[in-house]
């Protein structure tokens, strides 16, 4: 009897000392966890444009600020206008809170419309922050035929397209199905930067890209008016171009209006980080409040400036709002949209 309860008494202290052990590890602090990780920021793009450059300079900073000090290092992942890193980190990045990455922003859009390989759920993942808005262009050389909008309707101009789930493919694309206008788009361009050497080399005659994507990289191009921007994508017009037309203003109807609007929403998504899904909610809000305090980093502030970047921050509770609202779109305006979207 006495070795059966001394057994009982063992098996008893053991068990208590499992639950004790894992309990421990359950506890552990965000401070805990994330002392000498390294956490992997994904960039859905090639290297050297402008969303690379935003990915790295956050890369940079929000280490700082996240409990624990862990190294943030970055790895670019192009490919399917950011559609490859989108399922990566949707379906195969660690949800520990090792990972971020910036991607195309589009993405919400592409969920709801159901595009081909796009296999997540643009609500389930965890939006940390905005650091801009993006606001796209469409430009032309200087010397090409076309010069406004307006010619674009009857005289047909050669872009450079990215991926086709990019937006420099996507906004010329449905203009050119909503309104007519004879954008012929020619695929295989790495990036934005490859597209704009194509333009300087006479192989196309213009491109779509964000505002900043064009200061960065030529920023001579606006200064010197080597360039003609014909059209910008966003909901309110960028306060460098107050006379250059949106897109939005152009439909001639009701619906056509509605079409652009939905397509161009993803400029208020603009350049962002996120998160996958199942990150631990401590660690999210140690993840969104760390961006929070990088965005306002006079050292990251200066940077971006130097790199002639936008700062127009969003955090990250009210940029996962908005996502969550494209999931919304009734079904019959999908079916419209889907008309005129660049699928598959």
Avoid: C
Wanted: glycine fraction near 10%.
């Amino acid at each position: 009897m006495r070795s059966r309860s001394s057994g009982k008494v063992r098996f008893a202290i053991a068990a208590l000392a499992t639950i004790v052990l894992s309990g421990g590890a359950w506890a552990q602090t965000v401070e805990e966890f994330y002392r000498g990780k390294t956490i992997s920021m994904v960039i859905g793009y090639p290297a050297g444009g402008a969303n690379d450059r935003y990915a790295r300079t956050m890369a940079r900073y929000i280490g700082r600020y996240i409990p624990g000090q862990p190294t943030v290092t970055s790895r670019n992942m192009p490919g399917g206008g950011s559609l490859i890193a989108a399922n990566h980190v949707f379906n195969v990045a660690p949800r520990d809170g090792t990972v971020i990455s910036l991607l195309a922003a589009t993405i919400p859009l592409e969920e709801a419309l159901g595009t081909q390989g796009a296999l997540f759920k643009a609500a389930q993942f965890n939006w940390i922050g905005r650091m801009a808005s993006s606001v796209n262009i469409t430009f032309m050389n200087a010397g090409a035929p076309v010069k406004t909008i307006k010619d674009a309707f009857t005289h047909e101009a050669i872009l450079g397209g990215t991926g086709r789930s990019g937006t420099p493919t996507v906004y010329p694309s449905v203009l050119s199905n909503v309104l007519g206008m004879k954008f012929k788009i020619v695929m295989g361009y790495t990036g934005s930067v490859a597209a704009m050497l194509a333009m300087e080399r006479g192989e196309i005659d213009g491109h779509s890209t964000s505002v900043d994507g064009v200061k960065a990289a030529r920023e001579d191009w606006i200064r010197d008016k080597k360039i003609n921007i014909l059209v910008q994508y966003g909901l309110r017009p960028h306060p460098d171009f107050p006379d250059v037309p949106l897109s939005i203003d152009l439909g001639r109807t009701p619906e056509e209006v509605q079409i652009l609007r939905i397509v161009a929403n993803a400029t208020e998504v603009g350049k962002m980080t996120l998160a996958p899904p199942g990150v631990p909610a401590d660690r999210l809000r140690a993840l969104r409040r760390a961006f929070d305090a990088a965005i306002k980093d006079p050292d990251y502030l200066a940077e971006m400036q130097k790199q002639r970047l936008e700062i127009i921050p969003l955090p990250g509770e009210e940029l996962q709002r908005i996502v969550a609202e494209a999931g919304t779109i009734s079904p019959a305006i999908l079916d419209k949209v889907k008309a005129i979207y660049p699928l598959n």
